[in-house]
């Protein structure tokens, strides 16, 4: 079967692919248990971040619900990075979610992202067009860091939210270092 052909021959990346396609929902479960720890309405928040249909709207919605409360708590910036960090994370998903792999014979996985070509005003005649980008074991390392990165601030931001409220909170490393963005896949 060919369908899976270029996952065969990139075995490593293919799993960690399928760990950032996977494991982004647990990002917004984090995100959304910051809002419900300061909103204490896990109802409601659940309901209104998840009928809506697309991550960027829920996490509008998450930052709308979330970020008053935390800047009355003196963490309104660090909401705000958070927000910004998974926002990425979205970017990071989102290069590989509708794409078609193939081996080019380059020594790196090949990808294209349909959706991109078939924004194109032009007239599309065959595929030649496609923007082709490599992504190698480096690259997606460094994007499953920088997921985990994301969740680890999330849970800070949440302990640190309930510590200023003077409730009960787990207890949690420092706050995680500043992360820069990993680079995208070119």
């Not at 960690?16 to 300061?38: F, R």
């Not at 969740?151 to 510590?163: C, F, T």
Request: hydrophobic share 40%.
């Amino acid at each position: 079967m060919n369908l899976f052909k270029a996952f065969r021959d990139f075995p490593n990346e293919a799993n960690a692919i399928g760990m950032i396609l996977s494991s982004y929902t647990s990002l917004e479960v984090d995100l959304m248990n910051c809002v419900k720890s300061v909103r204490s309405d896990l109802d409601t928040v659940l309901k209104v971040m998840y009928r809506s249909r697309g991550e960027g709207n829920r996490i509008e919605i998450a930052d709308a619900l979330g970020f008053q409360a935390y800047k009355e708590m003196n963490l309104g910036n660090e909401f705000k990075d958070a927000i910004t960090a998974i926002k990425y994370c979205v970017k990071i998903r989102n290069q590989y979610a509708h794409c078609i792999w193939w081996n080019d014979y380059s020594g790196h996985l090949a990808f294209s992202n349909i959706e991109t070509l078939a924004k194109s005003n032009q007239k599309i005649t065959d595929l030649k067009n496609m923007n082709i980008c490599h992504v190698d074991l480096n690259i997606l390392h460094d994007q499953l860091s920088y997921y985990e990165y994301a969740s680890d601030y999330l849970m800070w931001i949440l302990n640190e939210g309930l510590r200023v409220r003077g409730n009960p909170n787990i207890v949690l490393p420092n706050r995680p270092s500043v992360r820069i963005a990993p680079s995208l896949c070119s």
